[in-house]
């Protein structure tokens, strides 16, 4: 092999070969789908901002007001919801790195009730799990993980039964998780396992 | 009149004898609605946390981390949304101290965006404005603000035409800010000015 004058080896890495995220996370890449949704009037969905307790704020003259003490809070909803042809939109979004199964602590327990409650409204609301391990983003209705969650006696979900009750998102350059499509197969096809007509 | 033995007359002031709300602010009024509402299931409608940019956090061992440094965000879209009877909901609150007219720079022009936005995608989107020299609350269509906002040669909306556009938003003690017996009457009653049917 013949090394660049430098006597360096070409500087490809391994980050630059892997097609598509490249160190992304579950979240921007949420982010960045619906920002493309957003400026093609698609849906209108946004990820709600953290929730923090502001305890101090100092107001410096002739610059912004900066906080000095504050603390995360416990969200009470979930982390998206927006309008989508009509209908209103409620996900919660985690990542997973274990190989096998998902453990129910990754959500609060009012986090599932807030589901069931928008479910019982008319929602379309769902949750996206991503095993990093794997490289794999599920689309599950959250009508499903109450489901197995209310009757389960145990403490997760097998990985398996991602494959089975899930739906794989499509992800391309624009729309790293494009959930979208997902829910006009199930909530807007004729047929469609969700959908009313 | 006979004065008290300490020669002061009765301790009665004004704000002990205006019922209600006794000092509450528009937003606590609507924090307290949403939950009658989430409490009796009758609509899932929470207020999104305030945005913050977290720059710098401390983690102390054995208790909680501690945000040091954060400054507020604009936020990027309107401070409530949620569900209710199967339509997305979605508004903004303000309160105006001024007597005789609205300013328009009390609203983010990427807030009439965003309202602008939802409405395409069939959402019921309004503006809650008190006057609280009146301490009347106005429930407003987005899209009467909007058309106002796009035609006016005006920076601010008179307080007239408030009484003429919006309803004003009934008030009681469990429910200081009823503003879904408005949506009810305007958008789910045969024949109400904004509904399909």
Redesign the interface.
Known sequence: MVNYPNGKKGGWTAAATSAGRRGMNLESDINRTNIFY?DR?Q??I?K?????Q?VKVDYPQRS??????????LP??TDY??????????FEAKECSLKTSFPFKMLHPHQIR?LD??L????IAFLIVRFTEYDETYFIPARNMIDFYNTADRHSIPYEWFGKTGRIIPSSFLKPVDYLQIIDELYFTEGGSLSDG
């Open positions: 957003l009037d849906a209108v946004h709600k901002p953290t929730p923090v502001i912004a007001a900066k906080i000095t003490e504050a603390y995360f809070k009470s909803t919801n927006g309008i989508y042809r009509g209908r209103y939109i409620d807030h409650a928008v019982r409204h008319g929602a």
